[in-house]
Each structure stands twice: as C-alpha cells, then as structure tokens.
C-alpha cells in the first residue's frame, strides 16, 4: 500500500476507535436504562453480525447455523459458572467461544463437497437438530435458577455496554488482520470462484474450514455475551428463526465490514421495538430482511459493499488520472510501440536438461467422448512453447487435466522431473505449476496489490509487486479490481501466476479481447518472462501473430489428437496444420 493508501486505512481505523471510544463514553450516561439495555443487545447482536461477516459476507457461504453456535458458547459460560470453575468470566468467555469452534469445522466439512442452497439446507438441518436438543435439556442453571453474576467493574448495564463494545472491537480489529492475510483475501476469491483459488494454490478444503472454525468462534463469543447479558438464557433466545433473521440481514448490510456489523446489530435489536411503536406485525421486520436480501443476492453486493466500492472507485479514479492509468500498448520499461520482438531458439534436440513440464501419454475420457487422446508435450526449461489447435480442440482440456482440475485421466505429468498424478490443484500449484482461465473471475472488491497476493502466495515486497504491474502494463496498485477493463483483468492474471515463480505458467488466451498493438506487446513482454523471472511457458492462443511472435516451438491439437509438434515455423508450414485451420481435409492423427 502506498503512503496515501495506508494512510487512509489508518484513518479507517483510528475513526472505528474513536467511535468505540466515545459510545463507551457517551451512550451509558444519556440512555435512559431501557434504552441502555437495548444498546447491549444490539452490541451483543453485533458481535454474532461478524460471524455472520466472516462466513457470509467474506468467504460466501450460506451458513443458516450461527446462532447454534452461539447457543454452545452461552451453554459452556452457564455451565462453568454452575461449577464454579476457576478463572471467571472472562476465561469462560474464551472457552465458550473455543467450544464453538470444532463444531464450527464439523458443520464445514459438508461445504467441501456442496455449496450454494444444498450447503444452507445442511446448516439449516443442523439448527433444527440443535433446537431440539436446547428444547430437550434445558440450558445449565436453567432448572435450579442459578444466575451469572457480571464481571466486575462492568456488572452494571452500563458497565456491561462497555464490555460488549470492548470486546466486539478486540474482535473487529482481529477479523481486519486476519482480512490483510492472504487466508482472508483467499475467502473473497472462494465466493467468486473456487476454482481460481485453488489454481492459485490456495487449499479450498482449508480456507473453508478456517472461515467455519473462526465465525463459529466468533458466534460462541456473542452466545457468551448474550448469557452475561440476559444471567440466565431460554432455548427460544438461539432459535433457528434467530439464525435466518441474521443471516437475510447480514446479506442486506454487509457484516464483514465493522459499520455494516453494528448496523446488523442495531436493527435486531430494535426492529421489535420500531415494530411495535409503528403497530405494525413483528414478522414484518422479517419481511422487510427478506426483500432487502432478495435484492442484495440479485445485485451480488451488500450495502456497505457498495457504499465502499464507491468510495474506493471515486479514489481510483484519481489516481488514474494522476498517473496516467494503465498502457497496455506500451512496451515494457517505457511508452510507446510494442518494438520488434526476438524470438528464441529453439533448444538443441540433445539438450541435457530436463524438460519443465513433461506431459506423456494423457488421454482424457467423458463418457464416450475422447476428449484427449494420448497427447505427448514438453516445454523446455527457460522457454515459451506454444499450444494452438481450432476450436474443440482439447487446448482448455489439457490444461485442466496438467493442472489437476480433471480427475481421471491416463498418461503422467511431471514437473521438472517429479510426478504430479496424485496431486490435487491446489498442490500441483504449490509445486509450482500455475494457470489462468479464459474468464476471468477476479473478486472486485480486491486491490490489484491484494490479488497479486493471493496469486504469488506471499506477501510480496512492494516494489515487486510494482515492477510486475509495470511491466504487464496494469494499474497502480492501490487500483480496485472492479474499475479495471477487462483486458487488463486478463493481464492482472496472467502477472499474478507470474508473481507466484512457478516453474510453469499455462496461460490459456490471455490475449482475447486485445487489440493487436495490446497483443503484440503482451508478446514482447512473454518472451522476457523466462529470462527475467525464471518461468517457463505454456501459451495457448487462437492469435497466430502472437504466437510466431513469442513461441520457440509450437504444438497442435486437432479433435484431441497431436497433429503437429516442433520448432513454431515449420509447424506453421506444416499442410496437416493448414488443413486442420483452414478445414480442407481430414486430417489423420499423428
């Protein structure tokens, strides 16, 4: 982040604090006591709003169960406090929250194989079965009206506000940590598309779990809150209706943001309120979370999304005006034309070193349908190779199966002379073999500084992570996603499998929807990457220009078969290629 960029986020945080600060301060000594007892719940609501932030709004995922967790964390508080336990409630606290948290990944492991509207019925399932178990064996303290006692100083309602405000801080300074590391960019990439996580080496099955185990955490703290709040607690305050309540708010407002969390808070906690001052039905706050979720879900952005992103864009906007914005046209190191582009030799037929990605046999079978059918390819270490062949082909198929996305194939892959067969996506790209997509699916909310984090799996110094901008032609960095084109999106990906340092990119039409000035200097700028960044390369393109521009030997697939393989020129020149382009003949596999 640069100076302005950091300074703002300090700004950011430092305006949070000073609003705890004078709430702690202030709402205590004005409220009259009802009001004052509404402001706890509220804080308390707000609380369980962030699990809700970190599930829902972060990582995507339609958890309809968090008020079941918070019903395990009141259960642990009230349990230690019948037994006495040492430490108090403070340490109760903690252990509730703790107690949360394998049930929290338990509830995950489902969302590894189902997501969307199956993953919510599981969760949903799991708050009716937790019903009836709170309805079956009252909460500890429950039968004998064995009451908690609050904490000392802050036993009184006011005190208590303060609590509650103190600890929904410690908790939104932590979440916003958490949300710089490349586990808490990773969950905006999980709600757009898994499937780029994972080619970015991210463990989906890990990201998912971690996202479970710290909202169930966070639900377990509010649950204990709520116990210290109420002394003693009833099944119907963690009913599943609670959980669907929160969770049409949290779509409607946006809780992984801290404004968007106290709002969340506010409004369960006063929607009853407001409801019955207005004579008006208490399920119709309900209805008015529905519509309002209904329209969040059409849009795919919260309110507090869209306040920010439009923030953030005003901000972009200027600073692209002041820099000048993106060049894709220019050649790498300065503006102007692309220049003339120096392809390199292919390497000597006897050259000793071992290839960088070996790909031996691969045959890949839908059903009936051969979609590859024994494909032999190499490419060389410190090389660009290239991978055309018409529409149908099987060019995004081998890719898939390279890189892991399609199971069951036949054939092996090695990298850099290890086998890769047994290994998922994600470790296939630890391992250093990385790819991009012909649709890019780059979450909007993200910097391009912040993506490229997640892309190269490291927190990359800034000055790397400038170089690389500057030389694929992107924004600044401090540049939200959502204000950049889509060829520049393109660019951005193929810069972040860059960042990474694997052994091979495979980039999959990184140049569709270019112009041919933008093309010719994408190609310059890969046949640099090698030699400048110690990558090898795997292009596959319909754009001929660019391909004889960049790739030192070129391999063509037809109907899933080789046809051609070799130095890029007399590939090119090669009558069964021509045919197979042109669809004069029928051309026989190779």
């Known amino acids: 982040m640069n100076p302005i960029g950091r300074l703002r986020s300090g700004r950011s945080l430092g305006a949070g604090l000073g609003a705890a ?61 019948v037994m006495g336990a040492p430490g108090g409630f403070f340490a109760w606290l ?39 178990v709170w309805n079956a064996n009252p ?28 600890v929904f801080t410690v908790l939104a300074v932590a979440l916003r940590a958490i949300g710089r590391t490349r586990l808490g960019l990773s969950w905006y990439e999980l709600r757009h598309s898994e499937r780029s996580a994972a080619a970015h080496g991210v463990s989906v099955a890990r990201s998912k779990l971690a996202a479970f185990a710290i909202s169930a955490f966070v639900a377990g703290i509010g649950g204990g809150l ?43 906690a006063v929607m009853a309120t407001i409801m019955d001052k207005l004579s008006l039905p208490q399920d119709f706050g ?6 309002g979720a209904l329209l969040a879900l059409r849009s795919g952005l919260s309110q507090t999304d869209m306040t920010r992103m439009r923030k953030r864009e005003r901000d972009a906007r200027g600073l692209l005006d002041a820099t000048g914005g993106a060049r894709p046209g220019d050649a790498p190191g300065g503006p ?15 050259d000793p070193r071992v290839p960088a990605l070996k790909v031996s046999g691969l045959t890949v079978r839908f059903g009936e349908v051969v979609a590859l059918d024994a494909v032999d390819l190499t490419v060389p270490e410190g090389a660009v190779a290239g991978l055309i062949g018409p529409n149908g082909a099987g060019k995004s198929t081998f890719i898939a199966a390279a890189t892991g996305f399609v199971a069951g194939y036949e054939g092996s892959v090695e990298l850099a002379g290890v086998p890769l067969d047994r290994l998922g996506p994600s470790a296939r790209a630890k391992r250093g073999l990385r790819r991009t997509f012909q649709t890019t699916a780059i979450a909007p909310e993200l910097s391009l ?16 992570a400038d170089e690389l901008l500057e030389f694929f032609g992107c924004p600044p960095g401090d540049v939200p996603v959502s204000v950049v084109d889509a060829g520049s999106r393109r660019l951005l990906d193929v810069a972040a499998a860059i960042a990474a340092k694997p052994e091979v990119a495979l980039l999959d039409e990184p140049a569709a929807g270019q112009s041919a000035a933008e093309s010719l200097a994408l190609g ?42 070799g130095p890029t020129a007399a590939v090119l020149e090669d009558p069964a290629v021509r045919a197979a382009y042109l669809g004069t003949a029928d051309v026989p596999a190779s």
């Open 449 to 464: 500084y912040e993506y490229l984090t997640i892309g190269s799996g490291r927190r990359l110094p800034r000055a790397e």
């Open 336 to 350: 102007g034309g692309p220049g003339p582009v120096t392809v390199p030799a292919p390497r000597p037929s006897g």
């Open 139 to 166: 909460f500890p303290g429950a039968a004998d009206l064995t009451m908690l006692d609050r904490p000392a100083p802050f036993d009184t309602d006011g005190g208590y506000f303060v609590l509650c405000v103190i």
């Open 524 to 565: 310059r700028r890969l046949t640099e990457v090698p030699a400048r960044f110690g990558v090898s390369i795997l292009l596959v393109e319909h754009d001929m220009e660019l391909v004889q521009a960049t790739c030192a030997q070129v391999t063509v697939l037809d109907f899933g078969h080789v046809i051609a393989s």
């Open 226 to 268: 709520l116990a210290g709040q109420l002394s003693m607690v009833v099944p119907g305050n963690f009913a599943m209706g609670q959980s669907l309540a929160l969770f049409a708010v949290a779509v409607m407002i946006g809780p992984h943001h801290p404004e968007g969390a106290v709002l969340g808070g506010v409004f369960g």
């Open 94 to 132: 903690l252990l509730g929250g703790l107690a949360a948290v394998p049930v929290g990944v338990a509830i995950g492991l489902p969302a590894l194989r189902i997501r969307g509207v199956n993953l919510a019925v599981v969760t949903f399932g799991f708050a009716v079965s937790a019903d009836i």
């Open 286 to 291: 309900g209805v008015l979370f529905g519509a």
């Open 21 to 81: 600060v004078l709430a702690c301060a202030v709402l205590p000594a004005v409220l009259p006591p009802y009001w004052i007892y509404l402001a706890i719940s509220a804080a308390v609501s707000a609380v369980v709003m962030q699990s809700f932030g970190v599930i829902v709004g972060r990582a995507g995922v339609m958890s309809l169960c968090q008020m079941s967790f918070a019903a395990i964390g009141a259960w642990v508080v009230l349990k230690l406090n």
